[in-house]
């Protein structure tokens, strides 16, 4: 037994000294940042998998703010696997396999697809794969289930199309010559070789800072875990091609953790970035990386619903943790991840300054619109769940725990569980918390005269408060309104 030396510390134990700046304007610094060794960011913000936090919707958000949601594991791999096609499809400039139809099909079938992938039209293809004709949900608005598409479709010889080389200019401009929503592509026989739409086009435009892969579509994680069907996930993932694959477990200083980084990297070489953890020393950010880790996730204990510090005792403050996982991570030049514990736009400046490249959050993002599950009303106000995925409900499910603890199985958990499960606010668009949490970014790294992420840590000296000058960090002597 020894004591560590040194104190551990935490985001609201310090804050960062300003000093003298060349940053005019907080628009002058940029976000960007490495997510992991292959992938770039335009924020440093990732969103925890948890499945009251990360599917589809939170995913495609995020990565339109550019930033990135790793999809949670709490699923079936075909559910997990359609979440991540789903982002892979929200946008693309070209959909190289766009939804098709059988000209002998029904109206009502293609009503059935188009409700079923949420898309407004499909391409009718024979056989053959030839282009046909193409029919929109205003084709089949008044006509009875059972006429067959090829009487309601608009047929190739009205369509505008074009050829494999087009560009994105000349797309555009077909598209608003002829007033068409979509742009079939087609190769001399009429084959089917892809789709370029005008929501595409217009959502590239509208999200000018999206995180985007080599072929123009939004940047997705996925977690796995460690055990069971961990490597056929990790197979499916990485087929429906996920970024990353995020290794989701709660002590990544295991051996067993440490070994399915290795195989992983081994099964898939540097076609898929691995994420090893959750650390929260050097040595475990050392031997993490050590087994090809494309980066490395910190924090044992500082979630918001994580109750691991009180269950087991185990844990190191988050701004130590991170500061001690960077000493290892920069020797190797390999991205630290800080997840969890953050509340407010100014510890997210604080984990980058102690040597964090992102940061990963649940709790803040809960209780969206773009969070899994429905809202409810309590006292007039609305809420959503949110929950820590090593809390009973998320381990049993909601079901078990309600026939009561006399169950074996539920008994069995509930003397160790290490998270909770709570509601949180309703807090609208997961957008303006962003943009609140980029713009504290922005203001930290001007104090600090940073241009950028890397500046900023260059520059960061850390000052040590107390409990009055915590007092005096959140106004106070005011009535808040
Ligand atoms: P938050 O942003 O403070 O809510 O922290 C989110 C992080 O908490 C996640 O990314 C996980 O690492 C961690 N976490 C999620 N569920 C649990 C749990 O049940 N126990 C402990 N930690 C958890």
Redesign the pocket.
């Known amino acids: 037994m020894r004591i560590a030396d040194g104190q551990g510390l935490t985001f609201d134990d310090v804050l960062l000294k300003p000093r003298l700046s060349r940053v005019r304007s907080r628009s002058e610094v940029d976000t960007s940042t490495w997510f992991t060794r292959r992938i770039r960011l335009n924020i440093p913000l990732v969103s925890?998998?948890?499945d009251t936090?990360t599917e589809h919707m939170m995913a495609i958000a995020l990565a339109r703010l550019g930033g990135i949601g790793i999809i949670h594991r709490f699923t079936s791999i075909e559910r997990q696997v359609a979440e991540i096609r789903k982002v892979k499809r929200a946008e693309n400039i070209v959909i190289r396999d766009p939804y098709s139809i059988s000209p002998d099909a029904t109206v009502g079938e293609a009503r059935r697809l188009m409700e079923e992938k949420g898309v407004s039209g499909l391409l009718v293809v024979g056989e053959d794969g030839r282009l046909k004709g193409i029919v929109t949900s205003r084709d089949i608005l008044f006509q009875g289930d059972d006429v067959p598409v090829r009487e309601v479709m608009t047929p190739r010889e009205r369509m505008v199309v074009a050829h494999e080389e087009i560009d994105l200019e000349s797309a555009k401009k077909l598209l608003w010559r002829h007033r068409v929503e979509k742009l079939p592509i087609v190769d001399e026989d009429w084959r089917v070789k892809g789709l370029i739409t005008a929501a595409d086009i217009i959502k590239k435009i509208r999200y000018p800072n999206a995180a985007r892969d080599r072929k123009g579509r939004l940047l997705v994680g996925a977690a796995v875990g460690i055990r069971g069907d961990y490597l056929e996930r990790a197979e499916k993932l990485y087929e429906a091609e996920a970024d990353a694959l995020v290794i989701?477990v709660?002590h990544g200083h295991m051996e067993r953790a440490l070994e399915v980084i290795k195989e992983l990297k081994k099964a898939f070489g540097e076609d898929i970035d691995v994420v090893g953890g959750?650390i929260a020393t050097y040595e475990g950010a050392r031997d993490v990386i050590a087994m090809g880790s494309d980066a490395v996730?910190v924090?044992i204990?500082?979630?918001?619903?994580?109750?691991?510090r009180i269950v087991a005792g185990v844990g190191v403050p988050q701004l130590t943790a991170i500061m001690e996982a960077y000493k290892a991570a920069s020797e190797a030049d390999v991205p630290v991840i800080a997840?969890?514990?953050?509340?407010n736009p100014g510890d997210v400046v604080k984990a980058l300054a102690a040597g964090a490249s992102t940061v990963?959050?649940?709790?803040?993002?809960?209780g969206t619109d773009e969070s899994p599950g429905p809202i409810v009303l309590r006292n007039g106000k609305r809420y959503k769940v949110?929950?820590?995925?090593?809390?009973l409900s998320?381990r049993v499910g909601k079901e078990a725990v309600t026939k009561g603890v006399e169950d074996t199985e539920v008994a069995e958990y509930s003397y160790s569980?290490?998270?909770?499960e709570a509601f949180v606010e309703y807090k609208g668009s997961v957008e303006d918390i962003v943009k609140r949490l980029v713009a504290g970014l922005r203001s930290g790294m001007s104090y600090l005269g940073a241009f950028d992420i890397e500046e900023l840590r260059l520059n960061a000296e850390f000052i040590v408060i107390s409990g009055a000058s915590i007092r005096e960090s959140y106004p106070h002597d005011v009535i808040l309104w």
Not at 339 to 343: N, Q, S
Not at 360 to 366: D, P, R
Not at 417 to 420: D, H
């Open positions: 925890s998998p948890m936090v989701d709660a959750n996730r924090g204990g500082p979630g918001s619903t994580c109750t691991t997840d969890g514990g953050i509340r990963m959050i649940g709790g803040l993002f809960a949110f929950r820590g995925m090593a809390s998320a569980t290490e998270g909770v």
